[in-house]
């Protein structure tokens, strides 16, 4: 079983920013970051390939970055501007294979990842 761990996620106020990490026992080439609020379907936010290739959902596009730091296995998302849409819980997710091709790596394909974290909550105020 791979074990995810997210962290950073807090309550603030409309406009401001929060750092979301998500450590991994390893490497994976295809990470991506997740949210849900109650009442809401699950929504693909980013994903990064290769430590490179970046994709991100039209709502938080020019407002988030996921970034991969290869050497401590970690993934972060810096998410600015935010509004209380934004308010939801995190979770960060890979395939079960720590290497697939770059077609594949994609949060609008969320069957892909296998192993999803425990979530941490953010909360948005306006």
């Known amino acids: 079983q791979v074990k995810l761990v997210e962290s950073g996620g807090g309550s603030v106020q409309t406009g401001g920013s929060l750092r979301l990490s998500c450590n991994a026992p390893?490497?994976?080439?295809?990470i991506g970051w997740f949210r849900q609020s109650p009442g809401k379907e699950r929504e693909g936010v980013a994903s990064?390939?290769?430590?490179?290739?970046?994709e991100y959902a039209a709502s938080v596009k020019g407002r988030f970055t996921i970034s991969q730091d290869i050497a401590d296995n970690t993934i972060h998302l810096q998410m600015d501007s935010l509004k209380p849409e934004d308010s939801a819980t995190y979770y960060c997710?890979?395939?079960?294979?720590?290497?697939?091709?770059?077609?594949?790596?994609?949060?609008?394909?969320?069957?892909?990842?296998?192993?999803w974290g425990r979530g941490t909550q953010v909360t948005v105020s306006s």
């Open positions: 390893m490497s994976w080439n295809c």
């Open positions: 997710a890979v395939p079960n294979l720590p290497w697939i091709s770059e077609s594949r790596c994609s949060i609008r394909a969320p069957t892909v990842f296998d192993y």
């Open positions: 990064i390939y290769g430590g490179g290739r970046t």
